[in-house]
Structures are given as C-alpha cells and as structure tokens.
C-alpha cells in the first residue's frame, strides 16, 4: 500500500510537528509506503490534493484537524482525474469531529493508523454547497447565525482546545440576535425567526452532540434549528447539546433532508463549514448520497 500523507505540522497547536517522527515510524512499522506532504499555509492541503496523481496511491490521509480533512474533501474534489481514491483521517487536530463519529479520539491516532494499514472502507455522504458561484464540500457539518459567530471567536481561541467553542459560545451569547430565514426542505418551506441553522452529516460539532441521530451514509443531512430564545434560556439550554438532549427542547427543530436551501432576506449571513469561515447566504446544499469512500474499521 502507498498513499500521499497531506500533513498539517500546526495542527494541536504545533503540536503535530513534534509529533511527525511517531507518525512516519507507525506507517514504516505497518509497512505502509508513503510520500509525505507538509501543509505550509491556509488551503495549502487543497492544493496539495488537487494537483495529486491519484494514479500514484492507494490512498489519501488528511492528517490534521476538522479544517484540514476540509482541504482535502475539497482537494479530492478539484482534483482533475476522475479516478478517487479512499481517504483516512489520522486526528491529531484541535478539532476531530468526523473522527469522533468513527470512534476515534485526538489521542487515538494510532489506532487510526491501524485503520488505514487493515485498509478497509467504507462509502460515506459528503454535503455539497454552493455559495455565490463557488461549490465547496462537507464531510461533518455547515452552520450559520449564531454557530458560525461561536466558530469566528473560537477560532481566535484555538490555542485553548475544544474549550475555545464553549468560550465563544459565552461571549456571542452576549451579543445575541436572531434573523429571519426562508428554508426549503426537499420542497417543503419553514419561515423561522432562529438563532441558528447547522446542517449535519455527522453527529458531532467539536465536542457537542448536535444531530445525535445524524449518520454518514444514511443519504440524509440533517438539519437542526433554534428558533428564537432569551440569552438566559440559552444559557440554560447549552449545557443539553454536549449530551444531545437539545433536540427535545421546544425551541428546537430537526428535519432530514437531501435537497436544502436556506435564504436570509434581511442580510447576508457568514457561513461555516468543518469549523471554517466560507462563503455567505444565500445557500444551496445537497447531500451525495455515499460519495466516498474513507478508511474505517
């Protein structure tokens, strides 16, 4: 087996970087060849995928956090051969969401290699967004209002972990506003005042359980509202959504759907896809049904 290990050395707050001799000796060990690619700067591992000879690898592993298996989702995408070739995720980021759906945590990341060594796959939905003439995919999820400003702020405290979403979930707390929002849902139309929108691929954002009923190969992404709360009943609420119990309160919505979009009438709103910062409403989002394939055990 051989495969083109795109790798982000500032993933974990560096951290990854001193960690890259472990990594290359797991993958010698396994005997697994490998070409590595060290990611050098922002979408630097879009690149590095998009220009890839996939006739060249087995395999592609996006070893870093949430934001770069983004890169590569979206590399993988560009990429002009029409052949695809599966991708394993090695979660040594700050953010390892998908990688929660598949059992792995940061610290696993041995395991995940173990995973792509057995290579084993499995097919999986990516989300689709097309955004003001520009398509980008998704493998986790895509959010606006209020989780796309939590996401803005936590990234600014990223040095911190996974503390740094419920740190930005305090601050913008403060800030609160709702908008107003036209959505369709495979043809049916909800008209909501709401404090956010997050289409799910996968159960987890960050650390929170938010679309506990979420599956990545179900051909479904699902969608979760909250419509419009005071800033002290969300205070009260936020502590449901690690455990997934949100979805039972009245204030929040979940629907599945394939074929999604959503408008904001009163302004454009920043949206936020894997833990990035990309693109503004208007959005038109579809789920492909089981479009690739992922090393899984």
């Known amino acids: 087996m051989k495969i083109l290990?795109?790798?982000?050395p500032f993933a974990g707050h560096g951290q990854a970087k001193k960690m890259l001799p472990k990594v290359e000796q797991a993958f010698q060990e396994r005997g697994i060849d490998f070409d590595l690619a060290l990611t050098d700067y922002p979408e630097h591992g879009s690149v590095l995928a998009s220009e890839a000879s996939f006739r060249d690898y087995d395999g592609i592993v996006a070893a870093g956090g949430d934001g770069t298996l983004f890169e590569v989702i979206n590399g993988c995408y560009r990429n002009r051969k029409k052949l695809k070739i599966p991708i394993g995720v090695l979660p040594i980021g700050t953010g390892n969401a998908f990688?929660?759906?598949?059992?792995?945590?940061?610290?696993?990341w041995l395991e995940a290699v173990e995973i792509i060594a057995k290579g084993k796959r499995r097919k999986v939905?990516?989300?689709?967004?097309?955004?003001?003439?520009?398509t980008y995919y998704f493998l986790n999820i895509l959010g606006l209002g209020f989780v796309a400003d939590v996401?803005?702020?936590?990234?600014k405290l990223k040095m911190l972990g996974n503390i740094s979403y419920t740190l930005g979930v305090l601050y913008r707390t403060i800030r609160l506003n709702s908008f107003v929002t036209n959505i369709r849902l495979d043809g049916q139309t909800l008209d909501r005042d709401c404090i956010f929108i997050e289409i799910s691929n996968t159960r987890y954002t960050s650390n929170f359980?938010?679309?506990?009923?979420?599956a990545i190969d179900d051909g479904y992404l699902d969608v979760t509202i909250l419509n419009r709360v005071t800033r002290r009943r969300l205070l009260q609420a936020f502590p449901k959504v690690f455990t997934g119990a949100h979805v039972e309160?009245?204030?929040?919505?979940?629907?599945?759907a394939r074929e999604?979009?959503?408008?904001?009438?009163?302004?454009?709103?920043?949206?936020?896809?894997?833990?990035?910062?990309?693109?503004?409403?208007?959005?038109?989002?579809?789920?492909?049904?089981?479009?690739?394939?992922?090393?899984w055990k």
């Open 249 to 256: 309160l009245p204030e929040v919505e979940t629907f599945q």
């Open 5 to 8: 290990l795109i790798y982000n």
């Open 125 to 134: 939905d990516v989300g689709r967004f097309q955004t003001h003439g520009q």
């Open 260 to 295: 999604i979009l959503i408008e904001t009438p009163g302004g454009e709103k920043v949206l936020t896809p894997d833990g990035e910062v990309l693109g503004i409403s208007p959005v038109e989002i579809t789920c492909l049904e089981q479009a690739c394939e992922i090393f």
């Open 209 to 214: 359980l938010m679309a506990p009923g979420a």
């Open 99 to 108: 990688a929660r759906d598949l059992g792995l945590e940061s610290s696993n």
């Open 151 to 155: 996401t803005k702020t936590a990234k």
